[in-house]
């Protein structure tokens, strides 16, 4: 096949993308998402601070928007993000009582998922929870602070009975290394959770890389999680320059671990990314395809 999309789907993956709800007017974005993409996160839509401003008042006009142009369009949807420390609203940072703030969490997961209940393939239960560095223990935050270790578990047993036909996933950045104390802290939570029953179906690998792209480990990280009985997903991969072998080398990552699902952009074009000119993406700001597009459809298979 001749688009990402299309060509992942050859061999039952997705390619995907992150999407601004404020970009769908815009005619080279949406010619593009909609030739090249067939699953979509929403870039900032879905965060707490975007959807539950203050408490127990819920707003989804912007995320609406995005999941509605993606089902428009057989397009679907990954949920991004329920519990996390950062872009979350300052009333809830503010909780220093357990009891309190569990209820606060739970009824977070459950508004949100309720809503978009049967809409959402797959949910990034909780982001970025691990420390950096060599600790491999949970990173300071309020939930941690004020909840402990359990509240990664409460939130997926939140998030399973909420909608229990969505995936969920947890979902981290600088966990593609296999040699790394923060990858191994997340193994360990995901082989206690599978052994206790605690209900976890996927693991996000976000793959924000430098030039060099994936450390040479990365495919026998996605082949140990996967090993452990959840799928593994590329879930906001850009690379710093994107030279194309590093793309290449990410693609075929990927594409060597059967339970590997798919593969997902942080972005359309170099215009769109957090990453200011570092040009990380496959589309120029132009919309052009770059020398590292041609990578990633050749190593999924397509011409
Ligand atoms: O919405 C406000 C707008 O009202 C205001 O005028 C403007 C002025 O700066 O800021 C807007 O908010 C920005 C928001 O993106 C929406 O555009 C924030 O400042 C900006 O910090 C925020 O950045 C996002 C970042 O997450 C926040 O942590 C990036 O777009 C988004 O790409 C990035 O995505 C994260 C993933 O969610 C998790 N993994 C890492 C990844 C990259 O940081």
Request: glycine fraction near 10%.
């Amino acid at each position: 096949a001749s688009t990402l999309g299309a060509q992942a789907a050859q061999s039952g993956r997705y390619f995907g993308t992150a999407v601004a709800a404020y970009k769908l007017n815009d005619r080279t974005y949406t010619t593009l998402l909609d030739r090249e993409f067939n699953r979509v996160t929403p870039e900032n839509e879905m965060k707490w601070d975007a959807t539950e401003p203050s408490r127990g008042s819920f707003t989804f006009g912007p995320s609406d928007q995005i999941v509605n142009h993606a089902l428009a369009h057989g397009q679907k949807v990954r949920g991004h993000t329920l519990v996390w420390h950062s872009q979350l609203p300052g009333w809830v940072g503010a909780i220093t009582d357990a009891t309190t703030l569990r209820g606060v969490m739970n009824n977070h997961i459950a508004g949100e998922m309720t809503h978009f209940k049967g809409k959402i393939h797959s949910w990034d239960v909780v982001n970025e929870a691990f420390a950096d560095g060599g600790s491999g223990q949970h990173r300071s935050s309020v939930f941690q602070n004020v909840l402990g270790d359990g509240f990664i578990e409460t939130a997926f047993r939140t998030a399973r009975t909420a909608d229990p036909s969505a995936k969920l996933c947890y979902n981290d950045y600088s966990i593609e290394d296999w040699n790394s104390a923060k990858t191994q802290g997340v193994y360990r939570m995901v082989r206690d959770f599978k052994a206790r029953g605690v209900p976890i179906d996927c693991v996000g690998f976000q793959a924000h890389f430098g030039t060099s792209g994936p450390p040479a480990s990365f495919g026998t990280t996605l082949a140990n999680f996967a090993a452990l009985g959840v799928d593994v997903q590329i879930t906001e991969l850009d690379i710093a320059q994107a030279p194309p072998t590093a793309y290449a080398n990410t693609v075929r990552a990927c594409m060597n671990v059967a339970r590997c699902a798919g593969i997902t952009v942080w972005g359309i074009r170099d215009t769109d990314s957090w990453r200011t000119g570092e040009n990380p993406l496959l589309f120029d700001g132009g919309g052009n395809k770059k020398s590292a597009y041609y990578a990633a459809l050749t190593t999924l298979g397509g011409t």
